[in-house]
C-alpha cells in the first residue's frame, strides 16, 4: 500500500470524489510534443500521466507503457527514470521518435534514457521494469474499414475526422483494436499476464480505462481489468476516478437522454 496521498494538488467533485483534471493542451504544447500529437484522440491526459508517476515510481527506475501510443509516458524521463514504449503502429511510433527528437535537442542525456519498440507487445514482453503505466485499447475502436461522410450523432464534422485519423494510425492487422470483443478478452488476458511477468517484486501496473456503452448499457471494462489481476494473484491496491471534460458529442448523446460515461478510472495493482 502507498502512504502518499494521490494528486494531492488537484482538485475533488465535493459530490462525487472524483479528480477534477485540469486542461492539458498548454502543457503538452510547452513541452517536447510534436504539434501532430495535439489532434491524436487516444492519448493520455497529462496530468493524469504525471499524477501517477508522482504517485508510484522514484527516480532511477525504469516504467513501461506496452501500448505507448503518442509517448506521453516520455514526461518521465525528464524525472531522472528510465522510459520504455512499444507500439505496434508504425505511425504512432514515428510519432514517438519526433517526440523523443526534440526532448533529446533540449536534453541529449535523454538519447539514453528512452526506449521506443516498433512492435506488438505481445511478442515483446515480459520486460523487466519497475512500473507500468497504461491506458489500453479498446475492443472494436479501430476496426473502421469505412469513413463515415456524416454522423447524424455529432454535431459537427469531428468524428468524421476522428474516423480518418483513426483509420490512418492503425494499419496494422495485429492491432488488438480491430478485435471483436471475445477475441480482444483473449488477447488482452495474455498482454495483462506479460505485463504481470515484466514488473519486479514491489512494482506496480496502472491501468487508465474508461468503461463504454454498448447498445445503451454501461460494460464496466474497469471491472473485468480488475478480475484478470486478481486471478493473476495481483490485488488491487488503489482505485481512482477522475471526471471526463464533456466533449460536444457526450452533451448531445445526453441531451437525447441517452447514457454517457463521465468518468475514467485509474487502477493501480502492486506486485507482492
Ligand atoms: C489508447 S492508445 C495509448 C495511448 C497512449 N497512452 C498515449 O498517451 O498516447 C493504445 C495504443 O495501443 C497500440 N496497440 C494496439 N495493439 C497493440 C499491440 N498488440 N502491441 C503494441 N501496441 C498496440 C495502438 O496502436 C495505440 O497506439
Keep these: 500500500m502507498n502512504d502518499k496521498i494521490f494528486a494531492p494538488l488537484i482538485p475533488r467533485d465535493p459530490d462525487t470524489g472524483w479528480i477534477i483534471l485540469p486542461r492539458d493542451t498548454e502543457d503538452r504544447r510547452n513541452l517536447f510534443f510534436d504539434p501532430e500529437v495535439m489532434s491524436h484522440p487516444a492519448k493520455m491526459n497529462l496530468n493524469m500521466q504525471q499524477a501517477i508517476i508522482d504517485h508510484v515510481a522514484e527516480p532511477m527506475q525504469t516504467l513501461l507503457d506496452p501500448f505507448g501510443g503518442t509517448g506521453t509516458l516520455m514526461i518521465a524521463s525528464m524525472q531522472d527514470m528510465n522510459v ?4 505496434i503502429e508504425e505511425k504512432y511510433h514515428e510519432l514517438q521518435k519526433k517526440n523523443k527528437a526534440n526532448l533529446v535537442q533540449e536534453i ?3 538519447e539514453y534514457r528512452v526506449t521506443l519498440l516498433l512492435g506488438d507487445n505481445r511478442f515483446l514482453l515480459p520486460i523487466p521494469c519497475h512500473h507500468i503505466i497504461t491506458s489500453p485499447p479498446y475492443a472494436g ?3 473502421i474499414r469505412k469513413v463515415r461522410e456524416k454522423r447524424e450523432d455529432a454535431p459537427d464534422e469531428w468524428l468524421v475526422k476522428m474516423d480518418q485519423q483513426m483509420m490512418e494510425y492503425s494499419k496494422n492487422p495485429r492491432n488488438i483494436s480491430k478485435l471483436n470483443t471475445f477475441m480482444y478478452n483473449q488477447n488482452m488476458e495474455r498482454v495483462y499476464k506479460l505485463m504481470m511477468q515484466s514488473v519486479l517484486p514491489g512494482g506496480t501496473i496502472t491501468i487508465n480505462i474508461k468503461d463504454r456503452i454498448e447498445k445503451g448499457k454501461r460494460v464496466y471494462l474497469s471491472k473485468w481489468i480488475e478480475r484478470v489481476f486478481n486471478r493473476g494473484g495481483w490485488a488491487t491496491s488503489e482505485w481512482y476516478k477522475w471526471k471526463v471534460p464533456g466533449s460536444g458529442f457526450t452533451n448531445i448523446a445526453r441531451s437525447q437522454g441517452k447514457l454517457v460515461v ?3 478510472d485509474v487502477i493501480i495493482f502492486r506486485k507482492a
Design 84 to 87: 520504455v514504449l512499444i507500439d
Design 262 to 264: 463521465d468518468d475514467e
Design 108 to 110: 541529449p542525456e535523454m
Design 141 to 143: 475502436a479501430m476496426d
